[in-house]
């Protein structure tokens, strides 16, 4: 399932597996060393992260929610924490954890940190605040184009969505062409969020070409609220 918030500030976006049977780190079964062995309740880890996507977290309290033994809810954690880019704090951990210094931060869920849907999602918010030399990140993003676990492919679509580059556009077309309905889901709402011409347009092709599908309403939608389609007559 894929919501969209909207607020004035961006998307925040909220993602989980459609499969929870799945283990989003790809694996069949939790390996060795990532039991979930949480003893704080959900409720209190959903109180910081709306903290996060608010900006109102202290550092101690985000990196209290790198503490999550839930790989889906670290994963959200990573992409809201956008919302405390002012917070020069978090700027530095997100810096850590992308360098791998568990040393300074020995405390955090390093071992789910340093899985797939994880790291593809700090590296889109890692894209998203810098605004010069973010190669890095948008290559390590595009490498994982072919994954086959759907957490994963959701995280590479939503990424290049908020990245907004028009040459990413074919691909998520491509991805909302086919039969997942969890992965076809997140490339609609990825088209939604580039917000450029060819974005739309692919968003068009999708109605247009599966318009006895479910997935031709939700790119109805998508057209409506992202792109103000179909465009309304003056006057």
Not at 143 to 159: C, D, G, R, S, Y
Not at 211 to 222: F, G, H, K, V, W
Request: glycine share 4%; net charge negative.
């Amino acid at each position: 399932m894929i919501r969209i918030i909207v607020s004035a500030a961006c998307f925040l976006l909220i993602l989980t597996s459609c499969n929870d049977a799945h283990d989003v780190s790809g694996n069949e079964q939790t390996p060795s060393g990532t039991e979930n062995t949480q003893t704080k309740p959900d409720s209190y880890y959903q109180e910081i992260y709306r903290k996060i996507v608010t900006g109102q977290a202290t550092l101690a309290e985000v990196k209290e929610a790198l503490t999550d033994r839930d790989i889906a809810a670290l994963t959200n954690t990573l992409h809201g924490l956008y919302a405390m880019r002012y917070h020069r704090g978090v700027i530095y951990l997100l810096s850590a954890l992308w360098s791998g210094e568990s040393s300074e931060y020995p405390e955090l869920s390093w071992d789910l940190l340093d899985k797939t849907p994880t790291r593809l999602a700090l590296a889109s918010t890692l894209n998203r605040i810098y605004i010069g030399q973010t190669r890095e990140y948008i290559n390590f993003i595009r490498e994982h184009k072919n994954e086959t676990h759907e957490f994963h492919l959701a995280q590479v679509a939503i990424a290049l969505g908020l990245n907004g580059d028009p040459s990413d556009v074919d691909y998520l077309k491509e991805l909302a062409s086919g039969d997942n309905i969890y992965v076809v889901q997140t490339a609609l709402t990825a088209l939604s969020l580039m917000n450029n011409p060819r974005a739309r347009d692919a968003l068009i092709y999708i109605e247009e070409k599966f318009s006895q599908d479910p997935r031709s309403n939700l790119a109805t939608e998508l057209l409506r609220q992202a792109y103000h389609w179909p465009e309304q007559p003056a006057g």
